[in-house]
């Protein structure tokens, strides 16, 4: 293999390497690609060309690291990799998103259609905690329906309602407070004693 290796990479990350990190990108294997975008975002050299350039690759390693890593860019799309095929790369594009705070419709639509369809519950309770953290009215019923998930979704989806108020908001929080996992009752308790809290 020529080129750097995945310790040149990530050593270059912390001393300034960036030649070095660059090389890394050009990489045939997939490992140091991922590291290569990390030694670079730890440079302040990584710019949103590259990340989405990253989106494509197709090592999935690379992808998920690009998707996470795309949480400091609050510009580049996330929708191809809130659409991608492997589990882990949506799942992180879905936390990431909820890092944007963006309700762009593109990016809101997917979440929505994410929490309600996903196959893996592991991305459902990724989406769900993305639509909390947007706090757009568009989410609340897709939000609540999550409480009736399994119990890590629910959990989250108690969680996610905290910038929601109403009744079916309240009804849902309710519900939770009795739900037959302790987690999700813990959850609710705590937004409770938050929702009681002075400004």
């Excluded at 912390?14 to 140091?32: E, F, K, M, V």
């Excluded at 929708?79 to 998103?97: F, G, I, K, Q």
Aim: hydrophobic share 45%; with cysteine; charged share 30%.
């Amino acid at each position: 293999m020529t080129g750097p290796t995945r310790r040149d990479v990530a050593i270059a990350g912390h001393q300034g390497g960036a030649d070095t990190a660059l090389a890394g990108l050009a990489s045939d294997d997939g490992n140091i690609r991922a590291t290569a975008l990390g030694a670079l975002e730890r440079l302040g050299e990584l710019a949103d060309e590259q990340l989405t350039k990253a989106f494509s690759d197709d090592d999935p390693r690379v992808r998920r690291r690009a998707a996470e890593l795309a949480a400091t860019h609050p510009s580049v799309d996330l929708v191809p990799l809130l659409a991608d095929h492997d589990v882990n790369v949506v799942e992180m594009a879905a936390w990431t998103a909820g890092e944007h705070e963006s309700n762009r419709p593109a990016v809101l639509n997917r979440l929505l259609e994410l929490a309600q369809s996903a196959k893996e519950s592991l991305v459902r309770e990724a989406s769900v905690a993305a639509l909390g953290a947007i706090g757009d009215p568009a989410a609340v019923d897709v939000i609540i329906a999550a409480c009736s998930d399994k119990p890590a979704v629910r959990r989250r989806a108690v969680l996610a309602l905290a910038p929601f108020e109403g009744p079916q908001v309240e009804a849902a929080i309710d519900q939770a407070l009795e739900d037959r996992d302790w987690q999700v009752r813990q959850a609710a308790e705590d937004l409770r004693r938050a929702q009681a809290r002075p400004d």
